[in-house]
Nanobody, 121 residues
């Protein structure tokens, strides 16, 4: 089970930190990803991190502004979002890939419930 939190309303240029807490004893074997879905748009990949945390992949739209990290001791993955833009407004979801991979196209087996991020201009 994945529980995302940390969303909210922020002005453009501001920052937010999302967290995704996982239950279970095998968190450290899962690749983790963050996705987002804006109203009327398809869900899109934001960032992914390997099971060990040693490898990371970002969508071009967030590269240099967002940072994904994980703490396997706390069963938690984070998404630090800086320099937020109105176009970052979306529901953000965390997801877990049993393969341990972290790329946009891999199969993500578990999904969190989503947390709303709204960036005002």
């Amino acid at each position: 089970q994945l529980q995302a939190s940390g969303g909210g309303l922020v002005q453009a240029g501001g920052s937010l930190r999302l967290s995704c807490a996982a239950s279970g004893r095998t968190f450290s074997s899962y690749g983790m990803g963050w996705f987002r879905q804006a109203p009327g748009k398809e869900r899109e990949f934001v960032a992914g991190i390997s099971a060990s945390g040693g490898r990371i992949y970002y969508a071009d739209s967030v590269k240099g502004r967002f940072t994904i990290s994980r703490d396997n001791a706390k069963n938690t993955v984070y998404l630090q979002m800086n320099s937020l833009k109105p176009e970052d407004t979306a529901v953000y979801y965390c997801a877990a890939a049993g393969s341990g991979s972290y790329f946009p196209t891999v199969k993500y087996d578990y999904w969190g419930q989503g947390t709303q991020v709204t960036v005002s201009s």
